[in-house]
């Protein structure tokens, strides 16, 4: 027995207290700079796969190690940094650890880094043996884009439940806008990431080429692909539906999370910043200044083709009206019947933040507006169902039943939200 009392009794004695002990020695700020790098992580993968495509959409001839590239796995490496370090605190505090629910993201990215490390020099394989890799359903692009995904959704999950604790009466941070701003970063990312999903699941020239169908010489000749031609309208119908879909599914999203009106507009807003910049101004700049080639997507593109589209960037933007005035016009707090009635309404204007989206259908004639519009009230529907069914995760009550902050000694047992209001009934 030890003659030393500041080690005796072992803390094993008192169980209660070992357990506050293993609490104590991690603090949920311990997770802000994990998902906040990972956050970043995940929008520079967005941005630069924007890059990326609008580079290979005018055939500009590259190789691994470009300024889009660099871009794209500079938001890969934040993205695994994170991973490695919240591996690392996960690790060193056990599964019985009380806020295990913080760390919930983690796992979903961790399998996101995990592909991407696969897809990395699959990637460099390909454009050093072939240089131009155009299409999006690759095998090496294929285990990529999952990969972003997953990243996106774990690293922006994380970030939302360290926004509810704080909500919850835990000081995540002495500055709850850092959390506010994180989580729009994340949603914004997010919701470019699924929009990017639904180009890959629809692209049409991508599965030809890499199952055999139609050889690349058959796209770089503009030859009839019948694969392509016979789907191509199924292809873009379900594409209009998708972004639909997602938009709805962030705009209520964003509402439920953040409640104060305009912030859905504002997450709105980083997205139509990354398109409006690397998506359409990538493109009317190349145009102008570069002289690229052009590829089977676009034929020779001209400055006169680059100051046209220009010219629809105030139309673009034009998109975030609609969604500032749902945002400011419609209750956090309405029943799920409306809600649902409501993505009806709110699905054909969010639709329109995936810049790509809104340019092809620009000049259409009022025969395809119409079939579009049905698609898109459609695909509204089908999120307001969704952000229904999931509504409940996004609930402050359930968050903290998960990680059992009522009890914690760490917290307030009255929760409060960012703006010191009492939650739920008094």
């Not at 991407?116 to 155009?134: E, K, L, N, T």
């Not at 080639?293 to 676009?298: E, M, Q, V, W």
Request: a positive charge; hydrophobic letters at 50%; charged letters at 10%.
């Amino acid at each position: 027995m030890s003659l030393n009392p500041g080690l005796w009794p072992p803390k094993e004695y008192y169980p209660e207290q070992s357990q506050q002990l293993t609490v104590k020695s991690l603090s949920p700020k311990a997770l802000l700079p994990v998902y906040g790098v990972g956050v970043l992580g995940a929008f520079l993968q967005i941005a630069g796969a924007q890059w990326d495509v609008s580079a290979h959409i005018l055939g500009i001839v590259e190789t691994f190690l470009t300024p889009a590239h660099a871009v794209l796995y500079a938001g890969i490496g934040l993205v695994a940094l994170a991973n490695l370090q919240g591996v690392r605190l996960r690790l060193a505090h056990g599964q019985d650890y009380p806020y295990a629910s913080l760390f919930s993201g983690l796992r979903i990215a961790v399998v996101g880094t995990e592909l991407q490390i696969i897809a990395a020099p699959i990637d460099f394989y390909w454009h050093s043996v072939y240089g131009f890799d155009p299409f999006l359903f690759t095998p090496a692009h294929s285990i990529l884009i999952l990969g972003v995904v997953l990243g996106g959704i774990g690293m922006t999950l994380g970030a939302i439940r360290l926004f509810q604790a704080q909500r919850l009466g835990q000081q995540v941070t002495a500055r709850p806008w850092i959390l506010t701003a994180l989580v729009m970063l994340g949603l914004a990312a997010m919701w470019g990431q699924f929009n990017f999903f639904g180009y890959w699941i629809t692209d049409l020239s991508g599965m030809a080429y890499t199952f055999g169908i139609c050889g690349i010489e058959v796209f770089r000749s503009f030859t009839r692909c019948e694969f392509v031609s016979q789907f191509r309208l199924v292809s873009e119908l379900v594409s209009f539906g998708l972004f639909s879909a997602t938009g709805t599914f962030f705009f209520w999203t964003s509402k439920k999370l953040f409640r104060r009106p305009g912030l859905a507009t504002l997450t709105a807003a980083i997205l139509v910043a990354v398109y409006a910049v690397l998506a359409i101004g990538f493109m009317v700049y190349a145009m102008a200044f570069l002289n690229p080639p052009g590829s089977f997507y676009l034929r020779d593109p001209s400055p006169q083709t680059g100051s046209s589209l220009a010219g629809l960037i105030p139309v673009y933007l034009l998109a975030l009206i609609p969604i500032f005035l749902l945002d400011v016009g419609v209750r956090n707090s309405i029943q799920k019947r409306t809600l649902v009635l409501l993505s009806a309404l709110v699905g054909p204007f969010a639709a329109f933040i995936d810049a790509r989206y809104t340019i092809g259908i620009v000049g259409s004639d009022l025969s395809v507006l119409l079939v579009v519009a049905i698609l898109t009230v459609v695909g509204g529907l089908l999120g307001g169902l969704l952000i229904t069914r999931l509504g409940s995760r996004l609930s402050i009550y359930a968050e903290a039943w998960k990680m059992n902050l009522k009890t914690s000694p760490l917290i307030p047992v009255k929760s409060v939200d960012q703006e010191g209001k009492p939650i739920g009934p008094p």
